[in-house]
């Protein structure tokens, strides 16, 4: 067990809708990292927050946004939903700004329909 | 953008040691990670390295880095069947905190 929680662990949703994704970091780490798994794509960086500011960016689609709040736990957002945004959306925290050891959660899955 | 690569597969009999191997083209990068993900799990971090070592041992593991070469690689001594999973290498680059990802080899452990 990492220490990082991600909710839901399956999330099936239709083509055009909005969800949410949450995470909570590990006790104490104050960056959260976000990173879509898809086949065809395989696992990709997109956004970190350390401390409720954004702080890196990858390749997240506008549709898509992220925030900290100040409990520092994280959500994503997003939004006109394809059937290619299906994948697994895990999140990581790690103390420092700058990498080093990176946590994972279990992932979300989700399913667009 | 970045490209980080690794063979897709590797197959290995139980006790013999495994090699995963991985190649990246940002010269700028700051620390190396291997990861380790289990059929319908998470990523787990098994090691990493700043990009100014060589190597690091961590008990069965052993990873060897050359910077000229922008090669990496991850040695498991004494494979075992839990060891089977995907292994996944990554860099961060110090342009703008990046991390980039490989594809992952899908390492097997035959009994």
């Known amino acids: 067990d990492s220490g990082v929680t991600q909710t839901p662990k399956h999330l099936i949703t239709a083509t055009g809708q909005r969800v949410t994704l949450r995470c909570s970091p590990r006790?104490?780490?104050?960056?959260v990292y976000w990173y879509q798994q898809s086949l065809d794509q395989g696992l990709q960086f997109l956004i970190q927050y350390y401390n409720g500011e954004e702080r890196a960016k990858g390749n997240i689609l506008e549709r898509f946004s992220a925030q900290q709040f100040p409990d520092l736990h994280s959500e994503l957002n997003l939004s006109s939903l394809e059937l290619g945004d299906s994948a697994l959306y895990f999140c990581?925290?790690?103390?420092?700004?700058?990498?080093?050891?990176?946590?994972f959660g279990p992932g979300t899955r989700l399913t667009v329909l | 953008g970045e490209d980080v690569e690794q063979s897709l597969f590797l197959s290995v009999r139980e006790g013999d040691s495994s090699v995963i191997n991985c190649t990246y083209t940002d010269s700028s990068s700051t620390y190396l990670y291997w990861y380790k993900q289990e059929p319908g799990a998470g990523l787990q971090l098994l090691t990493y390295i700043f990009s100014n070592m060589d190597m690091k041992q961590d008990q069965r593991l052993t990873v060897l880095l050359n910077k000229k070469d922008k090669h990496l690689s991850l040695r498991i001594a004494d494979t075992q069947t839990g060891d089977s999973a995907i292994y996944f290498c990554a860099e961060m680059t110090n342009t703008g905190n990046q991390f980039y990802f490989g594809t992952g080899t899908s390492l097997t452990v035959i009994p």
């Open positions: 006790s104490g780490d104050l960056s």
């Open positions: 990581a925290s790690s103390s420092g700004t700058g990498g080093g050891r990176q946590f």
